[in-house]
């Protein structure tokens, strides 16, 4: 795929250019083209958007409820639903946005699984909350809910029985459904696990007969990071196959949303990636801000900027700790926690809160430092060095550890466009994004952001890349300390109950596992019509198949520790 | 006395020893590696946390004892057994100090290892019996580890052997009275035997077979109650009586330098002993707080291709020294 891409044309031009595109529009305040399209044109498309324009990067796949009354933007008078598809071109990191409206009764659409394999578990999502039905998807079932809930519930239209369901509604779908994944003597059948090759399953001895084992590993397993579940085809101590699958802890964030006013939802989101609830509500906050025309005070963005860097490094600590425990070293992780305690404390003095802050606020955050905060911050941030080498000193010349981790679990560019991987784990490839330098918010256009960028792309040199964002973390929150300009903590004029123009917006930042977007749409009341939170750790996940597959059993808890995911933003 | 009660009291006395020796063990590695890990490990029951382990004996006493549906119910039942016979038997042929040994074999050093491969019988029943797969796949670890160690240990417990002409346990310590410690002629066997005891132990780096990061609790994962008690208490004898052999065959014994014989020959020999055994074991946890896990593959080729070819170089060394050495030294043979 190596064409020359005109990046000199605009996005609008290339869309304007398009025949099958129609209706151009913008969405938020002038920031985002975008265009419809019908069912039948988008997947080629999208193939001529990707190949020939080289916008590579999947960012956003969802689904929206149509606004039933026709308005200028575009939107369509008919009941149903309307598909979302955000690109990227990181040339120039400009994005455009595809909408396919779906009417009732015709809720299809070609599956873009083959464009970008890691669109089928976003498309598993958008089946399993909106009812849509994607064309030629290798494996369509439900992917938060569980398999026999019944109806949509994202649509607007969708209503909980009377008193929630009922064990009658329940077991008579189970009834219906049964186990997919049992056989009738109660042990797994490896045919049923959706999205893996059946082809891996017999195990090609002749003569001599073996069988491959499959094995859950998780949601119950001490190294899965919460309740990531993955299927593992073992052929002795070699994993021949691995899928991930989710849903665990899914807690209708993007569901209660809908339901609650601009504000409320920014606590909804701290729950959302409870290891960093920092920048959840941080693109939140940008979102509404953008819909809104409400501008921050400079105090607030570097604030703000202070607040995402330390929560970086709070989760880095915790991924530190993970990644010694994977390894069946548990001495890194109580390191790890006792600094990770320290900025805690900073947080709940500012905030009052050590995991779910609700803090930033539309137009700036919600207190100003307590008097001697910062200076105690700085005090402790210039020591931080000190406690990383700590770290590196158990770890990094770690013989065992290295031979562990170096050389294991390759991840390429080809795979990283393919499930559009973001993040650090991207970066440990040498692919050089990063939403802090690349498309700023908050106050990173007045700070210096260093980029750390790896090359090899095993599970080290992800280690590596982790380390050194820890290490830059920690400078960009003392620069931004430093540079804290005078002024009021948050602008004045932000009306009590907020309701934006009708409209969209998307605004993603840069969270410790990649690029956290909101995408977020009003209709003009106080609750949101619809936010979708573009998790990273979600399409990072999904990776995890190819990343695992021919690796020993003993791998698979460092790679997915490396791929540090977290299952409350994965589930949502 | 009967001979056959002064057997009965021996055995009583092992299993006695075994039993604090257990609780004394899962103390010290709390307390070892709470300091380790910068916290301070147990602190509220008695006297710095002291009757920590003796509360949770009892409370793994008075558990409820579930049998999971689909186990093999005998196989499931003795394995614990199986695991912990052969670790107190073990302990019969470990000379405390001169006068106290349960039982003074002349191929104790054989005797010793024989029994603590039987071992491996009882972990594999216990996963193979538990019909869960990563019970299993522990139990097949556990396999493959002892056949590539077995091996490369008795390999590397061979050399102080020659040496002192004697595979009587108390005779190889007597053999370094008054002289010096085997550890210093035989220091690359004294790490040989290190790697591949940490292995046969199954400690970190090399706790394989319960590996629970990767295989949550291994071979012991369906088991709770004292029958887990008991795997567990195995385990932390075995890696007792690897660190006894240690002291035996590399730091003398019981026998201290500078120190006459005659006040070590009772319980101030068994006393000097059990103080350098637990310095080992402190050693050993010293590890465990440091070092991540090998991966399986890593273990058996390090095994195969590093540990059995140098033993075997070591052992041809040592012959060559012990059959040569005192011509070159002395000029007469």
């Given at each position: ?59 956003l796949?969802t ?62 999502e958008?089946?399993?909350l ?14 938060v ?8 519930p994202l ?70 990071h919460g309740v990531l ?17 989710q849903g665990y802890l899914h807690r209708c964030i993007e569901k209660l949303a809908e339901s609650r006013d601009y504000r409320a939802c920014t606590a909804l989101l701290d729950r959302c990636d409870y290891v960093s609830g920092f920048h959840t509500e941080l693109a939140h906050v940008l979102a509404v801000e953008e819909l809104c025309?409400i501008?921050s005070?400079?105090?607030a963005d570097f604030l703000r900027v202070l607040f995402s860097e330390l929560v970086r490094i709070t989760s880095h600590h915790t991924w530190?700790a993970a ?13 790890a926690f006792?600094?990770r305690e320290l900025i805690l404390d900073f947080f709940e003095e500012v905030t009052g809160g050590r995991m779910m802050f609700n803090y930033f606020r539309p137009g700036g955050v919600k207190d100003d430092l307590p008097?001697?905060a910062?200076?105690?911050m ?44 973001t993040g ?11 939403l802090r330098?690349?498309?700023?918010y908050a106050a990173y ?28 973390s920690?400078?960009?929150a003392?620069?931004a ?8 903590h948050v602008?004045?004029?932000v009306?009590r109950t907020i309701?934006p123009?009708?409209?969209?917006a998307y605004r993603a930042v840069e969270s410790p596992r990649g690029e956290l977007g909101v995408y977020l749409v009003s209709?003009?009341?106080a609750q949101p019509w619809r936010l979708k939170v573009r998790s990273p750790a979600m399409s990072n996940i ?22 540090d995911i977290v299952m409350g933003e994965i589930d949502r | ?333």
């Amino acid at each position: 795929m190596t064409v020359a891409y005109h990046t000199d044309v605009s996005p609008e031009a290339i869309l304007a250019g398009m025949p099958s595109a129609e209706r151009p529009c913008k969405i938020g305040p002038g920031r985002i083209p975008c265009a419809h399209t019908t069912p039948g044109e988008l997947l080629d498309m999208l193939r001529q958007l990707r190949d020939e324009h080289g916008f590579t990067h999947l960012e956003l796949l969802t689904a929206e409820e149509m606004q039933t009354a026709s308005d200028d933007d575009g939107v369509g008078a008919e009941p149903g639903v309307r598909m979302v598809y955000g690109l990227t071109r990181r040339s120039d990191r400009r994005t455009m946005v595809i909408y396919v409206a779906l009417p009732d009764g015709a809720l299809e659409v070609p599956s873009i699984s083959s464009l970008w394999r890691g669109a089928a578990p976003l498309e598993r999502e958008v089946f399993d909350l909106f009812g849509v039905h994607f064309n030629g998807h290798p494996a369509l079932t439900r992917i938060v809910l569980r398999d026999d809930f019944v109806g949509h519930p994202l649509r607007k239209s969708f209503e909980m029985p009377e008193g929630g369901v009922s064990a009658e509604t329940v077991r008579a779908a189970a009834a219906s459904h049964g186990d997919a994944h049992l056989r009738a003597d109660g042990t797994a059948d490896p045919a049923s696990i959706p999205g893996l090759d059946p082809a891996l399953l017999p195990c090609p001895e002749p003569g001599f007969e073996t069988e491959r084992i499959v094995v859950h590993m998780g949601p119950q397993h001490p190294s899965t990071h919460g309740v990531l579940h993955l299927w593992l085809v073992l052929d002795g101590e070699t994993v021949v196959a691995a899928q991930p699958t989710q849903g665990y802890l899914h807690r209708c964030i993007e569901k209660l949303a809908e339901s609650r006013d601009y504000r409320a939802c920014t606590a909804l989101l701290d729950r959302c990636d409870y290891v960093s609830g920092f920048h959840t509500e941080l693109a939140h906050v940008l979102a509404v801000e953008e819909l809104c025309g409400i501008e921050s005070t400079p105090k607030a963005d570097f604030l703000r900027v202070l607040f995402s860097e330390l929560v970086r490094i709070t989760s880095h600590h915790t991924w530190f700790a993970a990644a010694g425990l994977d390894t069946g070293a548990l001495t890194p992780f109580l390191y790890a926690f006792i600094d990770r305690e320290l900025i805690l404390d900073f947080f709940e003095e500012v905030t009052g809160g050590r995991m779910m802050f609700n803090y930033f606020r539309p137009g700036g955050v919600k207190d100003d430092l307590p008097p001697g905060a910062a200076a105690r911050m700085v005090e402790y941030l210039r020591t931080f060095d000190r406690a990383v080498d700590e770290y590196e000193a158990l770890l990094t010349g770690n013989e065992i550890f290295r031979a562990r981790t170096r050389g294991v679990a390759f991840l390429d560019r080809v795979t990283i466009a393919d499930y559009c991987v973001t993040g650090p784990m991207a970066r440990a490839s040498g692919v050089d994004i990063d939403l802090r330098r690349d498309q700023p918010y908050a106050a990173y256009d007045r700070l210096p952001v260093r980029v750390a960028l790896g090359e090899a792309g095993d599970t080290f040199e992800r280690y590596l890349v982790r380390i050194a964002e820890m290490r830059e973390s920690a400078r960009l929150a003392l620069a931004a300390l430093e540079g804290l300009p005078e002024g009021p903590h948050v602008s004045d004029g932000v009306p009590r109950t907020i309701k934006p123009p009708k409209g969209a917006a998307y605004r993603a930042v840069e969270s410790p596992r990649g690029e956290l977007g909101v995408y977020l749409v009003s209709d003009g009341s106080a609750q949101p019509w619809r936010l979708k939170v573009r998790s990273p750790a979600m399409s990072n996940i999904h990776a995890a198949g190819p990343l695992c597959a021919g690796l020993r059993l003993a791998d698979v808890a460092p790679v997915v520790g490396s791929i540090d995911i977290v299952m409350g933003e994965i589930d949502r | 006395m009967s001979p056959v009660l002064i057997a009965t009291l021996r055995v009583l006395a092992a299993v006695g020893l075994m039993l604090l020796n257990g609780v004394v063990l899962i103390y010290m590695l709390r307390k070892v590696l709470g300091h380790l890990h910068v916290r301070l490990g147990p602190t509220e029951l008695g006297p710095a946390g002291m009757f920590q382990t003796l509360a949770d004996v009892v409370k793994l006493l008075t558990k409820e004892d579930p049998t999971p549906g689909m186990v093999d119910r005998v196989l499931y039942f003795l394995a614990p057994l199986i695991v912990f016979v052969p670790s107190l038997a073990a302990y019969a042929a470990l000379p405390f100090s001169s006068s106290i040994i349960a039982a003074d074999l002349d191929a104790g050093l054989l005797f010793t290892f024989a029994i603590l491969s039987l071992v491996t019988l009882g972990i594999f029943a216990a996963g193979w019996a538990s019909y869960n797969k990563w019970s299993l796949l522990g139990a097949m670890r556990s396999i493959a580890q002892q056949v590539t160690y077995e091996v490369p240990l008795l390999l590397a417990a061979l050399p102080p052997v020659m040496i002192a002409g004697s595979m009587n346990l108390a005779d190889i310590v007597r053999a370094q009275q008054g002289s010096v410690w085997f550890i210093v002629p035989c220091f690359p066997a004294f790490l040989f035997f290190l790697v591949a005891g940490l292995i046969e132990a199954n400690q970190t780096p090399f706790d394989m077979s319960e590996a629970e990061s990767e295989l949550v609790a291994g071979f012991a994962t369906e088991y709770a109650s004292m029958k887990f008690g008991l795997l567990f208490l195995s385990e932390f004898s075995n890696t007792f009586v690897f660190s006894a052999l240690m002291v035996t065959l590399f730091f003398g014994g019981w026998t201290l330098p500078f120190v006459p014989d005659a006040l070590l020959s009772g319980v101030g020999g068994a006393v000097v002993f059990m103080i350098k055994t637990y310095l080992v074991i402190a050693v050993l946890m010293w590890v465990r707080g440091t070092l991540p896990r090998v991966r399986i593959d890593q273990l058996l080729s390090l095994g195969w291709k590093v540990l059995l070819p140098a033993t075997l170089v070591w052992i041809v060394i040592t012959g060559l020294a012990v059959k040569l050495g005192p011509a070159l030294i002395g000029g007469v043979s």
